[in-house]
């Protein structure tokens, strides 16, 4: 079983539509969560840490649950600019040594 | 651009040759990471360095892999006996290497292993 684990899509969604991924892991070790963005033959660039208590930026919303080793990420109102890999990740070491990544949940946001 | 630079962008190479790829980290990011990412898959730890001390390598680094970063700058990542199956993105990516912090990535080597 891999340590972190996406629904992997493709979520096909008309632009202006809220859409969820989820996300699990299994390491109860990992301190940190994040979700990165990775466009196409591009690399995966930061999107968001993600809190217990829940965080927001803007349009996009992360939550973790640490009982149930669940993590999540909402995207209200979806631009077509928002079509890509949402990659979920783990840091066991708070995200000061090794990443551990999922393997990645497309997006493609229609017109 | 202050960003992390990666050398060369794509590769490819015939089975059996040796090729090395080159990193150069955010100017004073004390950490420097390498990932390898195939295709439909999530970037994997191969290894990384707290300046010139190379830290954890993962299992996936067998002996054909070396990665060095002699100076704490930039780092080198050499497949010795490259293998059809080495065939993948490398990524570098850097952070500052003081505490609960953000990896930068950099675009990539691209290898394809004929």
């Known amino acids: 079983r891999k340590e972190v684990e996406q629904d992997p899509g493709p979520f096909n969604v008309p632009e202006g539509a809220t859409v969820a991924f989820n996300c699990t892991y299994s390491?109860?070790?990992?301190?940190?969560f994040f979700w990165y963005r990775q466009d196409c033959r591009k690399e995966p660039k930061l999107l968001m840490s993600?809190?217990?208590s829940g965080n927001e930026d803007g349009r996009f919303t992360a939550q973790l649950n640490r009982a149930s080793q669940y993590i999540s990420l909402l995207i209200r109102d979806s631009k077509l600019s928002d079509s890509a890999t949402y990659l979920c990740?783990?840091?066991?070491?708070?995200?000061?040594?090794?990443?551990?990544f999922g393997a990645g949940t497309r997006l493609a946001v229609h017109p | 651009d202050t960003g992390v630079s990666q050398n060369p962008r794509h590769k490819i190479t015939k089975r059996g040759q040796n090729v090395t790829f080159r990193c150069d980290p955010i100017?004073?990011?004390?950490?420097l990471y390498w990932y390898r990412q195939t295709l439909g898959q999530g970037p994997e730890f191969l290894t990384y360095?707290?300046?010139?001390?190379?830290?954890?390598k993962s299992r996936l680094l067998s002996d054909r892999f070396s990665a060095e970063r002699p100076k704490g700058s930039f780092s080198t990542l050499e497949i010795q006996r490259t293998e059809q199956g080495d065939s993948a993105m490398y990524l570098c990516?850097?952070?500052?290497?003081?505490?609960?912090?953000?990896?930068?990535f950099g675009p990539g080597t691209r290898l394809l292993v004929l």
């Open positions: 390491n109860s070790a990992s301190q940190s």
């Open positions: 993600v809190y217990s």
């Open positions: 360095f707290q300046n010139e001390a190379q830290l954890e």
């Open positions: 990516a850097s952070s500052l290497g003081t505490g609960t912090e953000t990896q930068y």
């Open positions: 100017s004073e990011h004390n950490r």
């Open positions: 990740v783990g840091a066991p070491g708070g995200g000061y040594n090794k990443l551990i």
